[in-house]
């Protein structure tokens, strides 16, 4: 066996020579960087490698498990935008060992200040409440976690977070930007509009609306409609997707129903037991001849042929027609907005289906106004 000593000048260029010679079977990430940075500093009161791993470094990383998912690796990025909203993701760890060795941080400083956003990241990938909050912060936090696809805007949000959970930010300015961002967010999904430009708006959006002076609602707000990349669309634009747009297989289809559900008095069970039910079968079989070959086809994934069920009842009725399915609606659904959808219409037609998408669309536009208003 040879062994070879490699002096590195620059300790940048340690990881990318270990990569070259590892022949990229086993990539560095950045947490491994920042897990070789951190074990390389001093401790503050001394103790072994062994100890700071038990009492800091363990309970990191697996403050990051959900599961049996890590999300560890994914941390960085958005917790280095807040550091620094103009960071790349190849960047961060640069970066961050550049800011340690500036303040002369050691292992547990750095661990401290790296932990700082770790319960506000969680808050928003798995639904973690973080402490500090009030009951109607985690309320709302938690609904924009069950909205999900907010990757892009979790630097503000996790800003956000912090800033409310230390008691720096105002409670009521923060429901009214987290109503505004489930707006932006739920909006934009059902009229079917990319991500494209929210990155670039949300990792600059809490330093652009803090100047001058402190962070508003009203100054999010205006962030956000100025945004020349970013739509958010508006009242006509909703109700027509509403009305034409086939949203079964939209992500936030789910989403929009549970709060529907929720507003008309509904409680919002586990999502695992919440089955999106097609009142008009998606291939129906005999007692639906009020329906058109051309209306089933155009109709049967629209937002008001979809009903929130248990998965079993959602089994179990499959092709029926309307004269089976309602009563079972009226009478076994954990759902109100089932129960009530089944004593509102005594057919199923596709009249009755154009009225209640015009319910449904008004409903939804004050569910989620454009602008900062509490529904």
């Given at each position: 066996?040879?062994?070879?000593?490699?002096?590195?000048?620059?300790?940048?260029?340690?990881?990318?020579?270990?990569?070259?010679?590892?022949?990229?079977?086993?990539?560095?990430?950045?947490?491994?960087?920042?897990?070789?940075?951190?074990?390389?500093?001093?401790?503050?009161?001394?103790?072994?490698?062994?100890?700071?791993?038990?009492?800091?470094?363990?309970?990191?990383?697996?403050?990051?498990?959900?599961?049996?998912?890590?999300?560890?690796?994914?941390?960085?990025?958005?917790?280095?935008?807040?550091?620094?909203?103009?960071?790349?993701?190849?960047?961060?760890?640069?970066?961050?060992?550049?800011?340690?060795?500036?303040?002369?941080?050691?292992?547990?400083?750095?661990?401290?200040?790296?932990?700082?956003?770790?319960?506000?990241?969680?808050?928003?990938?798995?639904?973690?409440?973080?402490?500090?909050?009030?009951?109607?912060?985690?309320?709302?936090?938690?609904?924009?976690?069950?909205?999900?696809?907010?990757?892009?805007?979790?630097?503000?949000?996790?800003?956000?977070?912090?800033?409310?959970?230390?008691?720096?930010?105002?409670?009521?300015?923060?429901?009214?930007?987290?109503?505004?961002?489930?707006?932006?967010?739920?909006?934009?999904?059902?009229?079917?509009?990319?991500?494209?430009?929210?990155?670039?708006?949300?990792?600059?959006?809490?330093?652009?609306?803090?100047?001058?002076?402190?962070?508003?609602?009203?100054?999010?707000?205006?962030?956000?409609?100025?945004?020349?990349t970013v739509q958010w669309p508006?009242?006509?634009?909703?109700?027509?997707?509403?009305?034409?747009?086939?949203?079964?297989?939209?992500?936030?289809?789910?989403?929009?129903?549970?709060?529907?559900?929720?507003?008309?008095?509904?409680?919002?069970?586990?999502?695992?037991?919440?089955?999106?039910?097609?009142?008009?079968?998606?291939?129906?079989?005999?007692?639906?001849?009020?329906?058109?070959?051309?209306?089933?086809?155009?109709?049967?994934?629209?937002?008001?042929?979809?009903?929130?069920?248990?998965?079993?009842?959602?089994?179990?009725?499959?092709?029926?027609?309307?004269?089976?399915?309602?009563?079972?609606?009226?009478?076994?659904?954990?759902?109100?907005m089932t129960r009530e959808f089944?004593?509102?219409?005594?057919?199923?037609?596709?009249?009755?289906?154009?009225?209640?998408?015009?319910?449904?669309?008004?409903?939804?536009?004050?569910?989620w106004p454009h602008g900062p208003?509490?529904?």
């Amino acid at each position: 066996m040879s062994v070879v000593i490699i002096e590195v000048k620059d300790p940048l260029s340690g990881p990318k020579i270990f990569d070259s010679l590892n022949s990229g079977q086993e990539p560095m990430t950045v947490g491994d960087l920042v897990r070789n940075d951190i074990f390389a500093r001093g401790n503050d009161g001394g103790g072994t490698i062994e100890d700071f791993n038990e009492r800091f470094w363990t309970p990191f990383l697996s403050g990051f498990q959900s599961g049996d998912e890590s999300y560890f690796e994914d941390y960085f990025f958005p917790y280095g935008l807040i550091q620094d909203d103009n960071v790349k993701k190849s960047e961060v760890y640069q970066k961050l060992r550049s800011s340690w060795i500036k303040d002369g941080l050691t292992a547990e400083r750095a661990m401290t200040q790296l932990a700082d956003f770790q319960a506000d990241y969680m808050l928003l990938r798995d639904g973690r409440a973080a402490r500090g909050h009030s009951e109607a912060v985690t309320r709302t936090f938690l609904r924009l976690h069950r909205l999900g696809s907010l990757t892009a805007a979790f630097p503000f949000l996790m800003r956000l977070s912090w800033e409310v959970r230390k008691n720096e930010f105002d409670e009521s300015e923060c429901l009214k930007v987290l109503d505004m961002i489930d707006s932006v967010f739920t909006r934009r999904a059902v009229v079917g509009h990319e991500p494209t430009g929210l990155h670039a708006l949300f990792k600059k959006l809490w330093n652009a609306s803090s100047e001058p002076g402190p962070l508003t609602a009203a100054k999010v707000r205006e962030k956000i409609t100025s945004a020349p990349t970013v739509q958010w669309p508006n009242d006509e634009q909703v109700r027509t997707a509403i009305l034409r747009r086939a949203l079964y297989k939209a992500k936030v289809t789910r989403y929009v129903i549970l709060e529907l559900n929720r507003v008309t008095g509904g409680d919002v069970p586990d999502d695992p037991n919440m089955w999106i039910e097609h009142v008009l079968p998606q291939n129906p079989g005999g007692g639906w001849e009020a329906f058109s070959d051309t209306e089933r086809s155009e109709m049967r994934d629209l937002l008001a042929n979809l009903l929130p069920l248990s998965k079993e009842m959602n089994q179990d009725l499959g092709r029926d027609p309307y004269s089976v399915k309602r009563p079972r609606y009226l009478d076994d659904s954990i759902f109100k907005m089932t129960r009530e959808f089944a004593a509102s219409y005594e057919e199923w037609t596709p009249e009755a289906l154009r009225s209640r998408s015009d319910v449904l669309a008004a409903t939804f536009l004050q569910r989620w106004p454009h602008g900062p208003t509490q529904p």
